[in-house]
């Protein structure tokens, strides 16, 4: 009997783990297995312990159809976690930007949520995002009609919240290059939901920053990136500084006029702005000789980790 009762109960968390992913794809529980004529009952996926995965998940925004990877650490999926987005850049795509920089692992560690959206302008074999005011990469104009990416990421985080257990003080924003320019409009527009931002390869003032709470920030710039110059001078969105952009934020996050340097790595300094409004801090990793990369990321410049460095500075600076 007690072999019995042990086959069922493994087979019953068996079912529950395959449910937990049709739900979560359906929207809908789903049912376990029962012995004839017994009650069924009713699996919540959300209430099941289910391994790290990564699910794709859909949602209309603005009359499109935009979609999202979702890595999920594993573990009880009622407790609240951190949700990090990460935005890909100018061309690429979700699926590349998880493959390629290594956050899962780290994501699992220290249980948050990672999810990768992917942007709606079709460039190349990938995707751009439509950051307000300002022209894709290579100078072409944004295309009449192109999905609201500021709204469409309000909508996604109102969505996300709702399909996981998602802790609303701990949603941060990264992104590279062209991901990095948007999430650094995202500080601006969704400064009341987005706690902090970490660019990389991109950090940008948004004109006019609409938010009022001052938005911590913490970047990652190489001194020989050619894509988006750390001395400014580059395409028609790039014409001033990566220090220029920092000291903006610093202006707005209302800290200390004089930032402190100090070698934070081999070749890297990190630059900041201290003593600012609501417990911010406007942080920058300049990183001597790397390119237009993701620092860390599997064969890129290894002077600093970019995604353990900034999940690091996520985890001291929850909003308000």
Same mark, same amino acid.
Do not use: I, K, M
């Given at each position: 009997m007690g072999s019995i009762r042990g086959a069922r109960a493994a087979l019953i968390a068996v079912f529950v783990v395959v449910c937990a992913g049709l739900a979560i794809s359906t929207g809908a529980g789903c049912r376990s297995p029962v012995a004839p004529g017994a009650t069924p009952v009713l699996i919540d996926a959300r209430d099941a312990t289910a391994p790290a995965h990564t699910e794709s998940v859909s949602l209309v925004a603005g009359g499109v159809t935009r979609h999202l990877l979702v890595h999920l650490p594993g573990g009880s999926a009622n407790t609240p976690r951190a949700l990090v987005l990460n935005l890909h850049g100018s061309g690429g795509n979700a699926a590349q930007q998880e493959a390629s920089i290594g956050m899962d692992p780290i994501a699992e560690a220290n249980q948050f949520i990672v999810a990768y959206p992917d942007a709606a302008i079709t460039l190349g074999s990938g995707f751009a995002w439509n950051v307000p005011g300002q022209t894709l990469l290579g100078g072409g104009a944004v295309p009449a009609g192109a999905a609201d990416d500021v709204a469409f990421f309000a909508q996604a985080i109102t969505f996300l919240e709702q399909r996981y257990a998602i802790d609303a003080h701990r949603i941060f924003v990264t992104g590279m290059s062209g991901g990095a320019r948007m999430t650094s409009q995202l500080g601006c527009d969704l400064a009341g939901t987005v706690a902090a931002i970490a660019p990389v390869a991109g950090l940008r003032f948004p004109t006019p920053c609409a938010g009022t709470r001052a938005v911590a920030?913490?970047?990652?710039?190489?001194?020989? $990136?050619?894509?988006?110059?750390? $001395?400014?001078?580059?395409?028609?969105?790039?014409?001033?500084?990566?220090?220029?952009?920092?000291?903006?934020?610093?202006?707005? $996050?209302?800290?200390?006029?004089?930032?402190? %340097? %100090?070698?934070?790595?081999?070749?890297?300094?990190?630059t900041t702005y201290g003593d600012c409004a609501a417990g911010a801090t406007v942080a920058l990793y300049t990183i001597a000789g790397a390119g237009h990369e993701w620092p860390g990321a599997p064969g890129q410049t290894p002077a600093i980790d970019a995604s353990t460095t900034m999940w690091s500075f996520f985890r001291s600076h929850p909003a308000p």
């Open positions: 920030v913490v970047a990652f710039h190489g001194t020989s $990136d050619t894509v988006n110059p750390y $001395d400014g001078n580059g395409e028609a969105y790039w014409t001033y500084s990566v220090p220029s952009a920092q000291q903006q934020w610093g202006a707005h $996050d209302r800290c200390g006029a004089t930032p402190t %340097s %100090s070698p934070a790595a081999d070749n890297v300094t990190l």
